[in-house]
């Protein structure tokens, strides 16, 4: 009895799929395949140049920004910093930064081959906030 109605409700012919029709749906799994696979490698190549980039970094210049950083170093006094650590001639900027002896005699050096206006203002405020 419901197979009398189900029949009776189909008003359109019957359509058979043939095997020529059903191989467009394997082409968007061959798409969506190759997308991935673009993406994947994609991720792949971006993963290798940040970690090459995190391994060819300057050590010292990145310890010296991370310590400057966390004492909370203005970026004219970091500069100056800089010019203080080439006067020493053995320092590194992050080791005058940790070194309150290392960054005397930094000054001292820098004192004896000429002071600006600029830097002396510069080096007074170091000096002051540094507690030399």
């Known amino acids: 009895m419901n197979a009398g109605i189900l029949l009776a409700s189909v008003n359109q012919p019957v359509h058979?799929?043939?095997g020529d029709e059903v191989a467009g749906s394997s082409t968007a799994w061959v798409v969506?395949?190759?997308?991935?696979l673009v993406a994947l490698i994609a991720i792949a190549w971006w993963g290798v140049a940040l970690y090459s980039?995190?391994?060819r970094r300057d050590?010292?210049?990145?310890?010296?920004k991370s310590v400057?950083?966390?004492?909370?170093?203005?970026?004219?006094?970091c500069k100056l910093i800089r010019?203080?650590?080439?006067?020493?001639?053995?320092?590194?900027p992050a080791g005058?930064?940790?070194?309150?002896?290392?960054?005397?005699?930094?000054i001292a050096a820098y004192e004896r081959n000429g002071v600006t206006k600029g830097d002396q203002k510069l080096l007074e405020r170091l000096s002051r906030d540094f507690g030399l």
Request: hydrophobic content about 55%; proline content about 4%.
């Open 83 to 92: 010019k203080l650590a080439q006067a020493h001639g053995g320092a590194t």
């Open 32 to 36: 969506l395949a190759i997308v991935c």
């Open 68 to 77: 400057a950083r966390a004492l909370a170093v203005p970026a004219a006094m």
């Open 53 to 55: 980039a995190r391994t």
């Open 96 to 106: 005058l930064l940790l070194s309150d002896h290392g960054l005397t005699t930094a």
């Open 16 to 18: 058979l799929v043939k």
């Open 59 to 64: 050590e010292p210049e990145h310890a010296f």
